[in-house]
Nanobody, 117 residues
């Protein structure tokens, strides 16, 4: 099983980034997927979630700025991040959740997003 994030980097405030998470080794379409971030000195935070059926939820601070999507044919999860703020700086992880058995949940290795001028 692998979840491989990409697309992070350094961006100026107001800029955009698109994160990708390539999944392999499990039935991607059967999983609920999340983007989770951890900022220095802060607790882990779920920023966006998309269910296997396509239901989407966002954390309040990213609503209207971030868009989560998935392409089940490509086994890939995305996070489009616009109007980035310094407080969005964090390591972003994708997380695969199998609602019927938590032993089959998986984490990616994370990708660093830094928003700074």
């Amino acid at each position: 099983v692998q979840l491989v994030e990409s697309g992070g980097g350094l961006v100026q405030p107001g800029g955009s980034l698109r994160l990708s998470c390539a999944a392999s080794g499990f039935t991607f379409g059967s999983y609920d997927m999340r983007w989770v971030r951890r900022a220095p000195g802060k607790e882990r935070e779920v920023v966006a979630r998309i269910s296997s059926g396509g239901i989407i939820n966002y954390e309040d601070s990213v609503k209207g700025r971030f868009t989560i999507s998935r392409n089940n044919a490509k086994n890939t999860l995305y996070l489009q991040m616009n109007s980035l703020k310094p407080e969005d700086t964090a390591v972003y992880y994708c997380y695969a959740e199998y609602r019927y058995d938590s032993r089959l949940n998986y984490w990616g290795q994370g990708t660093q997003v830094t928003v700074s001028s």
